[in-house]
Every structure is written in structure tokens, then in C-alpha cells.
């Protein structure tokens, strides 16, 4: 069974420039979570997706925004890059939404901003 | 104060070790607490689930929840070099489960040498 999937593993960009980051989640899961992980502030929930409707959002400005596709593959999207963006974006996939379900990780998108 | 504290380490013990990774909660809501190991490069896995207090044994690892003290434990028994990893505790609520969102801790890097 093919685990969470997230592409790009790696990129760089420049402040003031956008970027999208794309999770297949794990066959048969339809909740996608994404979270931002910094050396300093650790693991930060950005947003929770369920059956294409986002069901939860962390503390996050709306430069951070995403979405979820009828087949459970999400996107992220994070406008106007500031340089304290630069950090890991790791997807998690379950089964069920919340936290009644195990998250599965991806191994990651490592952004880079100059 | 955050919600979750976690001593961020570097921890090094020598193989065979009996390590002790901890967690400080602030919030009484949280009900599920969970253990993630994450190693290099690598997105996070689950390692051990508890629900409310108690202990739980699964091999060489212990998981132990005091709800009274908001303190949480991950014991590791005979350590070994494939337990270097960066250890991250998380919980969550009960009241809404499929809206509830997982909180981590910073995560605790654990090296084990020969």
C-alpha cells in the first residue's frame, strides 16, 4: 500500500513569491491535514481537509490557504512568501477526520525562502 | 506559555540505556496522547496511543500519562542506535473528535551510541 506521497520534496523561493504544494494521501483516506515544522516552534497545524471541506484551521494569516480534490489529493498554497516561511510542510492522511483517526505522514516539502 | 512543552534535547545515552522523554500539557481537556518518532529526512510515525491515564507497554517501550500532574512519559528500554530519532508527544480533546486537532510538543532528538 503506497504510503502519503508529497511533491515537491524540495524548493526554493524568493520573498514575495507564491508556491503550491501537492499530498496524494494514502488509498482510501479522506482526511488531509497539513502542518508546518520549524526547528523552534515544532509541529503547527495549519488546516485539517475532509471530503473536499476544510474542517479545521490553525492560527495561521490567510496567506496560507488550500484545498482537497474529489479524489482526497489536497493542495497548499502559500502566497506573498515572507522568510519565516521557510520551514518543513508535512501532509498527514486518516482515515476519519479530527483526531479519531492515526495520522500517516509524508515525508515532507522543504521550502527554502531567500 | 505553549500548550504542549517538550525538552527539545539533543539527549545522548550509550546503547542499552534506559531513556525517559517527557511532555508538560497545560491544557486538563486533552484526552488522547501519543508518542511520534520522527527520524531524519523522514516524516513522523505513530509509536504509541494512550487514552486518558495510565501505562502501556508495547516491546521496549513504555508510554505513561499522569493527568493529575499534566505529565506525560515515553520510557525506553535497552536502547538501541535504530531508536536515534527525534521523539514528539502529541494529545488532543475528547469533546469534538472529528474536529479536534492534534497538538505537539517541539520534539525531544535522542542519540544512542554503540
Known amino acids: 500500500k503506497a504510503g502519503v506521497t508529497q511533491t515537491p520534496r524540495y524548493l526554493i523561493k524568493t520573498r514575495g513569491q507564491q508556491v503550491t504544494l501537492s499530498c496524494s494521501p494514502i488509498?482510501?483516506?479522506?482526511?488531509v491535514s497539513w502542518y508546518q515544522q520549524t526547528p523552534g516552534q515544532g509541529l503547527q497545524f495549519l488546516f485539517e481537509y475532509f471530503s473536499e471541506t476544510q474542517r479545521n484551521k490553525g492560527n495561521f494569516p490567510g496567506r496560507f490557504s488550500g484545498r482537497q480534490f474529489s479524489n482526497s489529493r489536497s493542495e497548499m498554497n502559500v502566497s506573498t512568501l515572507e522568510l519565516g516561511d521557510s520551514a518543513l510542510y508535512l501532509c498527514?492522511?486518516?482515515?476519519?477526520?479530527?483526531?479519531?483517526?492515526?495520522?500517516?505522514f509524508g515525508e515532507g516539502s522543504r521550502l527554502t525562502v531567500l | 506559555q505553549k500548550e504542549v512543552e517538550q525538552d527539545p534535547g539533543p539527549l545522548s545515552v550509550p546503547e542499552g540505556a534506559i531513556v525517559s522523554l517527557n511532555c508538560t500539557y497545560s491544557?486538563?481537556?486533552?484526552?488522547?496522547f501519543m508518542w511520534y518518532r520522527q527520524y531524519s529526512r523522514k516524516g513522523p510515525e505513530l509509536l504509541m496511543y494512550t487514552y486518558s491515564s495510565g501505562n502501556k507497554e508495547d516491546g521496549r517501550f513504555t508510554a505513561q500519562v499522569d493527568k493529575s500532574s499534566k505529565y506525560i512519559s515515553l520510557f525506553i528500554r535497552d536502547s538501541q542506535p535504530s531508536d536515534s530519532a527525534t521523539y514528539l508527544c502529541a494529545m488532543s480533546g475528547l469533546m469534538r473528535r472529528d474536529t479536534d486537532k492534534l497538538i505537539f510538543g517541539t520534539g525531544t532528538r535522542l542519540q544512542v551510541f554503540p
Open positions: 488509498s482510501g483516506h479522506r482526511s
Open positions: 498527514a492522511s486518516s482515515w476519519t477526520s479530527g483526531s479519531g483517526g492515526e495520522l500517516f
Open positions: 491544557n486538563s481537556a486533552f484526552q488522547y
